[in-house]
């Protein structure tokens, strides 16, 4: 019967690679009774305590107390590894059922690891870190009698074990930098030979997800030298925070900074596109790393941001007259755009209302001082928000400078990193497109972003005082300005108040002037 037993758990544990060693055949049948009962609850359901993998294999060993060799446990039905949070015992102390013996961390949540009976930690083989073990690979050695410990001092698991299990235990709490490591941090103002890495925080410990740390050796990057911030529980670094980050040196290869009169942004080229891949129903067409982080931003911030869209039509014709006036004192190279004066226009609007120009910090609201703006342009894959930074303390002239240049820059193939930078608004305009409105998507961590229609000849009602025989209709250039707003932060008075003030600032344009 206990030879029957012992197979029987052999075959139906192998899935969960955790070894149990006995030293007599007496406490081998107590302790296969002990495993059928925990066998049947790993046929009908998941457990995340040790009875999912107290149904485990048996052998003899002469060499070593009875004892238990606890695999890392499979806590739900699609995990395949996970990484010890911490440890709640010590090596030597006692546990009994129910205790938790360690914090499992899996990508969606930690989950604590339950013991199902009494007994001692014999010896950790799998030290607390963000290193991944596979399902099923040594973890933990557990005694019945705490007289046993001392055998396991210079336990090692043997070659039955599974192979992963000695780089498990002797993996230290964070990854080895990868030799690119330092390529991807971002570049500092002054000409340095290499930028220097973010700290680690107090801790001394990057806390992260396994899956985060699996893409970031993926995109060669070291989550304990790099500045990101995580958005998941208490700051924890989860997959999306990685995919999000925008190395700059990965968006575009940085040239060596010249040794005189380097600029702070210094301009690099642009990354080169692999070509189309061309399959017998379908073509890949393959983007660049900067296409690929915008994307993951934008589907991240929709996600998790509660968008609602605020309307309003702007009469231009004041707007329009302000530009031909300016423009008549300008040279042709010179000229102001009718979008250089939204865009002033936006950015009075942001400093009129200030709780727009703000953030959610999760637990408090951040409202900037300055209006530094995102202004789209470019489409596919040389679609950019670069950033223009006090829009609200500067005349309008430098700001068609300033976007004149990153235009220049763009169709140049040149980036710099004020190209991959977030500002406090953004700000769209699809007029060119003929495009009547839009409701843009919110970059986080902004609270809002604005996006103009098509500028059109509509026909309104007219008005002031209409004599008899006059026409009561009237011909007015307009557009559909949209604000899409944070609810957490920009409720819909506060949206309204942005709207009126935009709309005040296009029909009386004379106020961009104060």
């Not at 790993?42 to 048996?58: A, C, I, V």
């Not at 557990?142 to 039955?160: M, R, S």
């Not at 995580?230 to 700059?248: L, S």
């Not at 102001?336 to 200030?354: Q, R, Y």
Request: glycine share 6%.
């Amino acid at each position: 019967m206990v030879n029957s037993t012992a197979r029987l758990l052999s075959l139906a544990t192998r899935k969960n690679g955790s070894l149990i060693v006995s030293s007599s055949s007496s406490s081998l049948a107590r302790r296969s009774s002990l495993c059928l009962g925990n066998l049947s609850t790993n046929f009908t359901g998941h457990s995340n305590s040790l009875d999912s993998f107290y149904s485990t294999t048996r052998r003899w060993n002469s060499n070593y107390p009875a004892h238990e060799v606890v695999g890392m446990p499979s806590l739900s039905p699609t995990m395949e590894a996970g990484a010890i949070a911490s440890w709640n015992l010590e090596e030597g102390q006692s546990f009994g059922a129910g205790d938790v013996l360690c914090e499992v961390e899996t990508d969606k949540a930690t989950v604590s690891f339950e013991a199902q009976d009494d007994g001692v930690v014999a010896k950790i083989l799998a030290e607390a870190g963000p290193t991944e073990i596979d399902c099923g690979v040594p973890i933990l050695i557990t005694v019945e009698d705490e007289a046993d410990v001392d055998a396991f001092k210079d336990y090692v698991v043997e070659a039955a074990a599974p192979a992963p299990a000695a780089a498990a235990a002797a993996a230290p709490p964070t990854p080895e930098p990868a030799p690119v490591a330092a390529a991807p941090t971002p570049p500092t103002p002054a000409p340095v030979a290499a930028a220097p890495a973010s700290p680690v925080p107090a801790g001394g410990r990057v806390v992260a997800s396994p899956l985060a740390w699996t893409i970031a050796k993926e995109k060669g990057l070291d989550l304990s030298t790099i500045a990101i911030t995580g958005t998941g529980p208490e700051g924890r670094i989860i997959a999306d925070d990685v995919k999000e980050y925008i190395p700059m040196e990965a968006t575009a290869a940085a040239p060596a900074v010249d040794a005189v009169g380097a600029p702070a942004a210094a301009a690099v080229a642009a990354p080169s596109i692999p070509a189309p891949i061309t399959h017998e129903h379908y073509t890949d067409y393959p983007v660049n790393e900067a296409s690929i982080a915008t994307a993951n931003l934008l589907a991240h911030s929709k996600q998790t941001i509660p968008h609602y869209y605020l309307t309003v039509d702007v009469t231009l014709d004041s707007l329009i007259d302000l530009r031909s006036k300016l423009n008549a004192n300008l040279d042709e190279e010179s000229q102001i755009s009718l979008n250089d004066l939204l865009i002033k226009a936006a950015a009075v609007s942001m400093k009129s209302c200030p709780s727009a120009n703000a953030s959610w910090m999760g637990d408090k609201v951040r409202m900037y001082n300055s209006v530094d703006m995102n202004v789209v342009m470019g489409n596919g894959d040389t679609l950019y928000a670069p950033l223009i930074s006090a829009v609200d303390t500067r005349g309008v002239k430098s700001i068609s400078e300033e976007i004149a240049s990153n235009l220049a820059d763009i169709e140049g193939g040149s980036i710099n990193e004020s190209f991959t930078a977030v500002g406090t608004v953004t700000f769209m305009n699809l007029g060119m497109y003929g495009v009547k409105s839009c409701a843009p998507i919110i970059r986080s961590p902004q609270a809002v972003a604005v996006a103009l229609g098509a500028a059109e000849n509509r026909v309104v009602p007219k008005e002031g005082d209409i004599g008899e025989g006059d026409d009561i209709y009237d011909t007015k250039v307009m557009l559909t300005a949209t604000l899409s707003c944070d609810h957490r932060v920009v409720d819909g008075a506060v949206g309204a108040q942005w709207l009126s003030a935009f709309k005040a600032a296009v029909e009386s344009p004379e106020t961009l002037l104060l």
